[in-house]
């Protein structure tokens, strides 16, 4: 029914064959995901800190800045100063999402220090929201 393959595969899928490019294990991928989505929102956190500066924003972008000099080998994250041109509601409706992937990929590699700071910023964006908190897990 279908014609076979004739030419020799781009993609060496033979064991013991050595790769021209470098692999990376489940590990460090998440490490590199996490690292993305803690810079991002750290990225928002500053914006934020520029439109309504508060001492729970400056913690909590400190923090954030040493989770990801942490998971990139000790590299500092890149901050450079914002114009502040998002309305509030918006830049904390970003930070909740961006904290919300960051919680994710923190839990699935089990960094619990990543997965506590992801879920508090959580928190505090819903808050800052006016979104009614649903985490504590209690019914009423």
């Not at 956190?45 to 309504?52: G, K, N």
């Amino acid at each position: 029914m279908y014609e076979p393959i004739r030419s020799k595969s781009v993609h060496s899928t033979m064991a013991g064959t050595a790769s021209d490019f470098p692999h990376r294990s489940r590990e460090e991928e998440l490490d590199i995901q996490l690292a993305g989505h803690l810079a991002a929102l750290l990225a928002v956190t500053d914006e934020l800190r520029t439109l309504a500066p508060a001492a729970d924003l400056d913690t909590a972008a400190d923090r954030l800045a040493e989770q990801v000099a942490r998971l990139r080998g000790g590299r500092a994250p890149v901050r450079t100063p914002v114009a502040a041109v998002t309305e509030l509601p918006v830049l904390h409706r970003r930070a909740h999402a961006l904290a919300g992937r960051a919680l994710v990929v923190a839990a699935s590699r089990a960094d619990t220090a990543a997965a506590i700071l992801a879920a508090e910023r959580m928190d505090a964006h819903a808050a800052a929201q006016g979104d009614p908190q649903e985490l504590s897990g209690t019914a009423q």
